[in-house]
Nanobody, 122 residues
Framework: QVQLVESGGGLVQAGGSLRLSCAAS????????MGWFRQAPGKDREFVAR????????YYADSVKGRFTISRVSAANTVYLQMNRLKPEDTAVYYC???????????????WGQGTQVTVSS
């Protein structure tokens, strides 16, 4: 089973940027599509972005389109989420996850990281 570790979260002012990283601490996810999800307090976990295994396709939630960019470096077994023009409503715990499919539903993802907190102040 692949184990994932996220990093890069923190506190930032509205309009600022953060880059989240997700690395495999065990195993490899080179043949998996990878996604980022987030969960704000009192809310359900929601899809943010995904990238397919061959790096040839990405997809974003409408709420982050044009502000966030997902990318991966397969040789480094790492996936990134560049977040620009952050808003207070982006505050959440961010999780990366892997799937053999091509889905925006969290139940379709097979393995998850522990999450990293992102807090955007107004």
């Amino acid at each position: 089973q692949v184990q994932l570790v996220e990093s890069g979260g923190g506190l930032v002012q509205a309009g600022g940027s953060l880059r989240l990283s997700c690395a495999a601490s065990r195993g490899t996810f080179s043949t998996y599509s990878m996604g980022w999800f987030r969960q704000a307090p009192g809310k359900d976990r929601e899809f943010v972005a995904r990238i397919n295994w061959s790096n040839s396709g990405t997809y974003y939630a409408d709420s982050v389109k044009g502000r966030f960019t997902i990318s991966r470096v397969s040789a480094a077994n790492t996936v990134y989420l560049q977040m620009n023009r952050l808003k207070p409503e982006d505050t959440a715990v961010y999780y990366c996850a892997g799937t053999t499919g091509w889905s925006t539903q969290d139940y379709d993802y097979d393995f998850w990281g522990q999450g990293t907190q992102v807090t955007v102040s107004s």
